[in-house]
């Protein structure tokens, strides 16, 4: 039984408030518009008028705004959020809806820290709804079928990820001090995560920033993540780079017992050894028509509200991503191998220290340790 309880359903869309009317707002404004099982009712953003020109683009004056979930949700039948707005609003925001009995799909990164993402994850808890990050790189049909690939080689010693590009996107990213790990990386750790079905050990990490690089913060790194099982990956990384660019999920490798797989990011993967052939079939197996990136996401999240099982983006797995960026970050930092077991303990402290509702706090004590917490919900 996981911890958050189904929707309750009448056989209709699900009606989704969405939080965030900027850039990345109007993706998902497009997209819950138009898909099936999903009634859009509501759009909140600090700037009513942004929300009016966003509803407008898409021919839908009869949107529900407001400045504030509360005052949405005040006025109109809610069954779901979905929370589009920049990172550090992530928390508060997720927790308002949480507060009102509605489970939330949030953007990544789900909260700024592991220790807000312990604390969302206890409130998660008490609320008894489901809050999901979307990851919208895990949502790639070619990614599944490399998993199911690696899944047909056997032990797996090593995984390789070469993300290499070079955008000029201007403004806070050009700004940041750590742009690629904090920004982008954390796609490629997940997407590992759920090629190994397997949870970070250990990391060691180095950032530098190119000569010609046009970021104030390190835009390159290179880190060797000790992973269950044994199985190193190691994730080499340029948001500086001005050619042979990668796609946007890197070129990976994966070798093992019976052989190795490639994916380029884009088509399906390529497998050479001895197992060869029952890793190809495994491959060819894998759903072709399964909706990719935020679709995919949101076809999860809805999925989950419906039926009551667990998610891939539930809060209580996807801190683990959100670990390997900010012990990546800590290793560079400091020079030094990060264990994880000691990095998690420190975010547990810090989330008892910083939760303020007695309730949270108390489910969160519960837990005894952070891993001990997560996995018995996931």
């Not at 990050?133 to 990820?161: E, H, K, P, W």
């Not at 880190?223 to 990976?252: D, I, K």
């Not at 019976?258 to 380029?264: E, I, L, N, R």
Request: proline letters at 5%; hydrophobic letters at 45%.
């Amino acid at each position: 039984m996981t911890y958050f309880d189904r929707r309750p359903t009448s056989g209709g869309p699900v009606r989704v408030a969405l939080i965030g009317a900027g850039g990345m707002g109007r993706h998902w404004l497009r997209l819950l518009h138009g898909d099936p099982d999903t009634e859009l009712v509501g759009l909140v953003d600090l700037d009513r008028s942004v929300a009016q020109a966003a509803a407008e683009s898409i021919g839908r004056s009869d949107l529900r705004l407001g400045t504030s979930l509360t005052e949405v949700v005040g006025a109109i039948p809610v069954d779901a959020v979905v929370n589009v707005t920049v990172p550090e609003a992530h928390l508060p925001v997720n927790l308002e809806a949480l507060g009102l009995g509605l489970p939330v799909l949030c953007e990544k990164p789900i909260v700024p820290t592991v220790g807000d993402a312990l604390v969302l994850a206890a409130a998660a808890e008490v609320a008894g709804r489901l809050v999901m990050t979307s990851q919208s790189r895990r949502y790639f049909r070619s990614l599944n079928q490399f998993r199911a690939a690696v899944s047909g080689l056997g032990d797996i010693a090593m995984v390789t990820t070469d993300f290499q590009t070079g955008p000029h996107f201007g403004g806070f990213r050009d700004r940041m001090q750590h742009p690629l790990l904090l920004d982008m990386a954390i796609h490629a750790f997940d997407a590992c995560r759920h090629l190994l079905s397997a949870d970070p050990v250990a990391v060691y990490c180095e950032e530098f920033n190119p000569t010609w690089s046009w970021y104030d913060g390190d835009a390159a790194a290179v880190a060797v993540f000790e992973m269950e099982h044994g199985t190193r990956f190691v994730f080499t990384g340029s948001w500086c780079n001005e050619g042979l660019p990668t796609s946007w999920n890197g070129q990976w490798t994966a070798r093992g017992a019976g052989g190795s797989a490639t994916w380029d990011g884009l088509s399906a993967p390529a497998v050479d050894g001895a197992a060869a052939e029952q890793a190809s079939q495994l491959a060819m197996q894998e759903d072709s028509a399964a909706p990719e990136e935020i679709a995919g996401a949101l076809a999860g999240f809805l999925s989950a509200l419906r039926t009551g099982a667990t998610p891939y983006g539930d809060i209580h797995s996807n801190v683990w991503s959100l670990a390997m960026v900010q012990a990546a970050v800590e290793s560079a930092e400091r020079g030094a191998r990060i264990p994880m077991g000691p990095f998690m303990g420190r975010a547990y402290e810090e989330a008892l220290d910083s939760v303020r509702d007695p309730i949270v706090r108390g489910r969160l004590s519960s837990w005894g340790t952070a891993r001990a917490g997560l996995a018995a919900h996931r």
